[in-house]
């Protein structure tokens, strides 16, 4: 028996490239998103997927007890659900900063403790990976509704990390930077704004979701048995190297 991964916002870019990643390495993936018809459309009819919203209470609890039912306890989640949002603090009407909120930190908030839960209920070990953004640490302008959200997410990561530690249950975020994800393609397009993005990195370039799936991969096996309460960046250097200015 292969053991189960929980992956949501499997529809999306970087969760499908999780999703990917996870099943070349021999994990059963349980995908989660809350339109059916896109997750099959993306993995084909015979994939486990899971109609649900995480970011409500019963949506996280549904996702996780959909999953033991039909594949088993999973003992890993990959939470990919979330959004991006690009405004000013100025420009953030009060819905936009509810539903980036939402999205982002309720998400995490909920299916963390659905995860949780479930494990604890059968007593097994397990790990979680969160995804927090570049915005957390460092000051970028236009992102106070995202950045607040994302250093939200940071905070339940170091705490819950701290809680479930003794029950052998690791929790940990990646911080990416810009990536090249369809959610992302909306924004930046293909042109000039494109070229912008990637000249803001020390180490030029949009990032790939696939190298971020095979960190958050990395960070749910054994091979990461004793790392948690930790947030992994993947920017190119952006959030701790100063661009050598010529
Ligand atoms: N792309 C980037 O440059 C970048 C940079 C830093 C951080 N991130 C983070 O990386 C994660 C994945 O981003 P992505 O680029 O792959 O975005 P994406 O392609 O838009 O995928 C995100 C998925 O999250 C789900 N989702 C959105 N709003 C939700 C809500 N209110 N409740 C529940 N699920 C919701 C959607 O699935 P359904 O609609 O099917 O439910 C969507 O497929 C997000 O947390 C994002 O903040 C991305």
């Not at 309720?106 to 494990?119: E, I, R, V, Y």
């Not at 969160?130 to 000051?139: C, F, K, N, P, T």
């Not at 095979?214 to 920017?235: C, E, H, K, P, Y």
């Amino acid at each position: 028996m292969t053991a189960i991964a929980l992956v949501t916002g499997a529809s999306g870019g970087l969760g499908q490239a999780v999703a990917r990643e996870l099943r070349e390495q021999g994990w059963t993936v349980a995908l989660v998103g809350r339109d059916l018809a896109r997750l099959r459309a993306a993995f084909g009819a015979e994939a486990a997927c899971i109609a649900a919203d995480v970011s409500t209470p019963d949506g996280a609890r549904t996702a996780v007890a959909q999953c033991q039912r039909e594949l088993g306890l999973p003992t890993a989640l990959a939470h990919c659900a979330g959004t991006t949002l690009l405004a000013p603090l100025h420009r953030t009407a009060p819905e936009m900063y509810r539903s980036c909120l939402t999205a982002n930190l309720d998400s995490a908030f909920f299916t963390l403790g659905a995860f949780m839960d479930a494990l604890r209920e059968a007593r097994q070990p397990g790990a979680a990976v969160l995804v927090s953004s570049v915005v957390a640490r460092i000051g970028v302008a236009n992102h106070e509704a995202i950045a607040a959200a994302k250093a939200g997410v940071e905070g339940l990561v170091r705490s819950a990390a701290a809680t479930y530690a003794p029950s052998r249950i690791r929790v940990n975020a990646v911080a990416p930077g810009i990536m090249d994800t369809p959610a992302v393609a909306r924004i930046i397009g293909t042109g000039a704004a494109r070229a912008g993005a990637a000249k803001q990195y020390p180490l030029p370039g949009i990032g790939d979701p696939a190298d971020l799936a095979r960190l958050m991969a990395w960070l749910l096996s054994d091979q990461a048995g004793w790392i948690t309460g930790q947030v992994w960046a993947l920017d190119g250097g952006f959030s701790s190297v100063r661009p050598l200015v010529k």
